[in-house]
């Protein structure tokens, strides 16, 4: 039972256009997302992150925005770069768990084309 | 500098043999874990540990085995029962309980050959 779910693959954007990524989730429980960017042969490095009391979180070209109502999260990276061609990764965690344990998506691939 | 050190970078394993794969932290975090990347899917989670001494089995514990003596150390053991044991993992490391996202190691590439 996926309970994250990025449901593009991948994605192509322009350099200087802007590239949405979307995210899914069913867990109610959820109440913390984030979004990692990861390199091949990589650690996933942490992007930017949005607790649910919020509906935007901003940090330099990344925007990260969350619909509750619809389970629904997405981050917009302007303008994009050829350096963003990356794998990224969306992921959720309920604070209350006994653990800060993370549930991933399957990932988008985003390749900024020049 | 603080960080997640995973060893070694690319690893070949015979079919039948155990492998265990090093993880070591410097961060002073409490929590760590072992995620698995197969090509085309998502990070999924083998085991973690919230603290010494103790540790859970993740959505995918089945044929492998972990350990946590040292707060600085979790490593994976991929047992000969794990069916489809190459593929890259990734260890990771957070602050208990608290809001802030894992820090991850540069991973280990499992080759069964």
């Known amino acids: 039972d996926q309970q994250v779910k990025q449901n593009s693959p991948s994605l192509s954007v322009q350099e200087g256009r802007i590239s949405i990524l979307n995210c899914d989730y069913t867990n109610s429980m959820f109440d913390y997302f984030l979004w990692y960017k990861k390199y091949p042969a990589e650690g996933p490095t942490f992007l930017i992150s949005i607790s649910s009391i919020k509906d935007k979180n901003e940090d330099g070209r990344f925007t990260v925005f969350l619909n509750k109502s619809a389970k629904h999260l997405s981050l917009h990276i302007v303008p994009s770069q050829p350096g963003d061609s990356a794998v990224y990764f969306c992921?959720?965690?309920?604070?209350?768990?006994?653990?800060?344990?993370?549930?991933f998506g399957t990932g988008t691939r985003l390749q900024v084309t020049l | 500098d603080g960080g997640i050190t995973q060893s070694p970078k690319y690893l070949f394993r015979k079919e039948g043999q155990n492998v265990t794969l090093s993880c070591e932290q410097n961060l002073n975090h409490d929590a760590m874990y072992w995620y698995r990347q197969d090509p085309g899917q998502g990070l999924r989670l083998i085991y973690y540990?919230?603290?010494?001494?103790?540790?859970q089995k993740g959505d995918i514990a089945e044929g492998y085995s972990v350990s946590r003596e040292k707060k600085e150390s979790f490593p994976l053991t991929v047992t000969s029962a794990q069916k489809n044991p190459t593929a890259f993992y990734l260890c990771?490391?957070?602050?208990?309980?608290?809001?802030?996202?894992?820090?991850f190691g540069s991973g280990t590439r499992l080759t069964v050959v």
């Open positions: 992921a959720a965690s309920a604070l209350g768990g006994t653990a800060s344990k993370l549930t």
């Open positions: 540990s919230q603290i010494v001494n103790d540790f």
């Open positions: 990771a490391s957070s602050i208990y309980r608290g809001d802030y996202g894992y820090t």
